[in-house]
């Protein structure tokens, strides 16, 4: 797959099909417009392509939107490789470009630049200046500019009644179940491994620190989960733990990983961690010793899990 940041460093020459949107979290709604680009390119000697957005838009237009999102750039960029998509144009969204008349959009980046020849597109989807053209705009630019235009029907869309907001909601109420079915796949972070203060390992169950590096990232609901990594090509299971640590009157907010089976320095190293399942609230145990007795039954309560997987 090839990346481009800004359509201005756009210089394919070879007509594409493409779809437009920030497609957070990619998940099963967005994957029903993205695999008909990627088919509809395969059967028509085109490439395919998406037309992203970062930052995303409502991070510029509403400055009290403190929205998190889904997936970092590179956790998109990942998905949609393994989807089998060709090209990914990931422009900055800025008020100025916000401000682009829907004629300039599309005559100028989507036909002169981008060679478009499909645009597949969502039936609410809305562009220009003040989002003021809408899908019979697109089809009317199609005829005079030599595009087509195939609309993803209400219907078809509304059928899987998924949405970015619902997932973000999921998440940041601990229902990982709910998430991980409208996703597709299991929720990520994705981080570097950072030294701690060694409290995992002075109970026992040494952990993985996980910074992550953007702020936009959502983090879920504070608790313990199931999770499972892929280290060297090997997959390994684990939990995590998200919160502040109340047992030692923690002040600041760590994800922390322990690996089952597992006895490597993973320091300094970029990982991911998929999220299979919540087990419990972050709690503040009257002793270390009682915690280490919580860690244990959570330990048995994730393998059970796994097995059954």
Do not use: C, W
């Amino acid at each position: 797959m090839i990346t481009v940041q800004s359509i201005t460093n756009y210089d394919e020459q070879h007509p594409i099909a493409i779809t437009i949107g920030t497609f957070d979290g990619v998940h099963i709604g967005h994957r029903k417009i993205l695999e008909k680009v990627i088919n509809h390119a395969k059967n028509s000697q085109l490439k395919s392509a998406v037309l992203t957005f970062f930052p995303h838009p409502r991070m510029v237009l509403q400055k009290d939107a403190n929205i998190k999102l889904l997936n970092t750039i590179d956790e998109k960029k990942a998905i949609l490789e393994q989807m089998g998509l060709d090209i990914l144009i990931i422009h900055p969204f800025t008020k100025n470009f916000s401000r682009l008349s829907a004629t300039e959009f599309v005559r100028d980046l989507l036909v002169n630049k981008l060679k478009s020849k499909k645009i597949i597109i969502g039936y609410d989807h809305r562009f220009g200046r003040n989002r003021n053209a809408n899908i019979t705009d697109l089809i009317a630019f199609g005829n005079a500019l030599n595009f087509e235009v195939e609309e993803i029907p209400a219907q078809e869309i509304d059928a899987v009644s998924v949405s970015s907001t619902k997932i973000r909601k999921a998440l940041e109420t601990g229902d990982i179940e709910t998430a991980n079915s409208y996703l597709g796949y299991e929720y990520m972070l994705t981080g570097v491994v950072q030294k701690g203060k060694g409290l995992g390992r002075q109970l026992n169950y040494p952990t993985a620190n996980i910074k992550i590096e953007e702020d936009y990232k959502l983090i879920p609901m504070n608790g313990s989960y199931v999770v499972k990594s892929t280290i060297k090509g090997k997959t390994v299971f684990g939990m995590m733990n998200i919160g502040y640590n109340p047992t030692v009157n923690g002040t600041s907010k760590t994800i922390e990983v322990h690996f089952f089976d597992f006895n490597k320095d993973l320091y300094d190293q970029k990982i991911k961690v998929d999220i299979l399942a919540r087990l419990r609230d972050e709690i503040k145990f009257e002793s270390l010793e009682a915690l280490q007795g919580q860690l244990a039954r959570d330990k048995e309560k994730s393998i059970q899990f796994i097995s059954k997987k």
